[in-house]
């Protein structure tokens, strides 16, 4: 069992920026792929980052990407994800969660086997 806590959610007006954190316990985080999801009212859950266990890969949704960044400390059990030029569309519950055991779409929530409970993100225009 893996316990994740995301942090920094709030509210921003459209082109600021905020910076959400999980973290994580247990001793084998740096051997997780980690990913952000995020859900509006009313919409699937989608797929907004992804980084490898190393932090040397990473992947992003179209709709995110030149503005969000994925990032880790694994010496801090800690993955984060800096959101720039933020806009109203981008307003969503933000969770993440780990990918331990790799074998489909990356971006399907379906392959990622523990989540956090999710931090609001509201941008206003």
């Known amino acids: 069992q893996v316990q994740l806590v995301e942090s920094g959610g709030g509210l921003v007006q459209a082109g600021g920026s905020l910076r959400l954190s999980c973290a994580a316990d247990?001793?084998?985080?740096?051997?997780?792929?980690m990913g952000w999801f995020r859900q509006a009212p009313g919409k699937e859950r989608e797929f907004v980052a992804l980084?490898?266990?190393?932090?040397?890969?990473?992947l992003y949704a179209d709709s995110v990407k030149g503005r969000f960044t994925i990032s880790r400390d694994n010496a801090k059990n800690t993955v984060y994800l800096q959101m720039n030029s933020l806009n109203p569309e981008d307003t969503a519950v933000y969770y993440c969660?780990?990918?331990?055991?790799?074998?489909?779409?990356?971006?399907?929530?379906?392959?990622?086997?523990?989540w956090g409970q999710g931090t609001q993100v509201t941008v206003s225009s």
């Open positions: 969660a780990v990918r331990q055991y790799p074998s489909g779409s990356y971006y399907s929530p379906a392959e990622y086997d523990y």
């Open positions: 247990g001793r084998s985080f740096s051997t997780y792929n």
């Open positions: 980084i490898r266990w190393s932090g040397r890969n990473t």
